[in-house]
């Protein structure tokens, strides 16, 4: 038990919420930096009265970013978005953001900093992998001693992977691509699912352990699953028989660059952008960097398997949700 105080930005969202859950159990007081502070209560029972403190505090303003660092002992950065819009650009919350709260750290003297990147950042490729790599440059610039964790794809009840694409298999003609699934690139990008709740723990993990500091650690789970493996899971566990459409890359590119320009102007998540194309151009997979760490290094060794945590909130996608019993193929 600890009683120190931990300051998480982007303590609001699907990660966010474990981690906040998960240092509150351990007796952490938690201070929640939000631009809307007022939208957070919920956050507030996930531990004891007047353990978990909501703050304003905005990571394009500076001062109101030190403001929020007041009195803190460490420092958990997780703000992020898979893809651009009007309001929110990578360079700005990626790069910009984990400067601010990296330099604001430095100046109050606080080394323990930890920073959620993703697999797959470099200073190569898309423009979200390449803002994801400024981030870790900018934050190991400013606080040597931070940490930097890469996870691979999160699922959990409120992910973005697995809900998508069985949205868009429940919903083919409203939310797919001509009423069938793509696979991008013909679906063979690999990837590395990583529970929600393992990567909190790797988070307290990093933030207790001296052998952490100043490393980059990569994130994933028990298994690696081709891109077309994961929708074909997706389609067993929904019982939608959606069928597949290969879309090369060459293909998928403008597609997805017409549908990014689309929903830019449009209310709703784009189902592709030509930026998220390219990322699935390299495999999503533990092991790219030689010099990181891994999860296990961490003492996380007991995963979550998507087998064993997705369908507990699939069903729901079905055509009978709860009351529909799977049927086995013959």
Do not use: C
Not at 52 to 74: G, H, K, M, W, Y
Not at 109 to 133: E, F, M, N, Q, V
Not at 164 to 181: C, H, Q, S, T, V
Request: proline content about 6%; overall charge neutral; charged content about 20%.
């Amino acid at each position: 038990m600890s009683s120190d105080l931990v300051v998480v930005f982007g303590g609001s969202g699907f990660v966010g919420r474990q981690v906040v859950r998960a240092l509150a159990k351990r007796g952490y007081r938690v201070r929640i930096p939000m631009r809307r502070p007022h939208l957070g209560h919920e956050l507030r029972v996930m531990g004891d009265v007047g353990q978990i403190q909501l703050v304003q505090a905005n990571l394009r303003f500076p001062e109101s970013v030190d403001a929020a660092l007041t009195d803190a002992d460490a420092v958990i950065n997780l703000v992020a978005v898979l893809h651009e819009d009007d309001a929110q650009k990578f360079e700005a919350l990626h790069v910009d953001g984990a400067r601010a709260v990296a330099e604001a750290a430095a100046k109050r003297g606080i080394r323990r900093l930890i920073h959620i990147s993703a697999l797959g950042a470099a200073p190569k490729g898309s423009l979200y992998a390449r803002t994801k790599y400024g981030g870790e440059r900018a934050v190991l610039e400013a606080v040597p001693s931070a940490s930097i964790l890469r996870p691979s794809i999160v699922f959990g009840p409120e992910d973005n992977f697995f809900n998508r694409f069985a949205e868009m298999a429940r919903n083919p003609w409203l939310f797919g691509m001509l009423g069938m699934l793509p696979l991008i690139g013909g679906g063979k990008t690999r990837f590395q699912p990583v529970f929600v709740g393992d990567v909190a723990e790797s988070v307290l993990a990093a933030l207790n352990r001296e052998t952490a500091r100043g490393r980059v650690f990569e994130l994933g789970g028990p298994s690696v699953y081709s891109f077309r493996e994961l929708l074909e899971f997706v389609r067993e566990e929904t019982e939608r028989r959606v069928p597949f459409l290969s879309l090369p890359f060459f293909i998928a590119q403008p597609i997805g660059l017409l549908l990014g320009g689309l929903f830019s102007v449009l209310p709703g998540d784009p189902p592709l952008t030509g930026d998220q194309v390219t990322t699935l151009r390299r495999d999503n997979v533990v092991g790219l960097d030689g010099d990181a760490g891994t999860i296990q290094d961490l003492g996380v060794t007991q995963l979550e398997s998507i087998e064993a945590i997705v369908p507990s909130y699939l069903w729901r996608f079905r055509p009978y949700g709860q009351f529909q019993t799977k049927q086995n193929p013959a």
